[in-house]
């Protein structure tokens, strides 16, 4: 946890606060967290930056088409 998380662009999207099963939630900031599905994890830069595969303005669009998929029950 605590993982630096990269745009593909290599641009900082913050942090990673918690995990779930399908996702990684990520902070930037003091009221701003995202939920970023496990799978557009491209790769890992060393032992603690997670490199995901879309670019830093995309970001609310993957949180919002990630949240129109989930059934919660």
Known sequence: MNRK???NDLQDLGHVV???EE???ISRG???EYR???WRVERLLGN????VDFR???LMLVELASLSYRTDE
């Open 56 to 58: 830093i303005n995309d």
């Open 36 to 38: 970023i599905p496990k």
């Open 5 to 7: 998380v990269l745009s």
């Open 30 to 32: 003091d009221d701003n």
């Open 48 to 51: 603690d930056v997670l490199v």
């Open 18 to 20: 918690a995990i779930d």
């Open 23 to 25: 996702s990684f939630i």
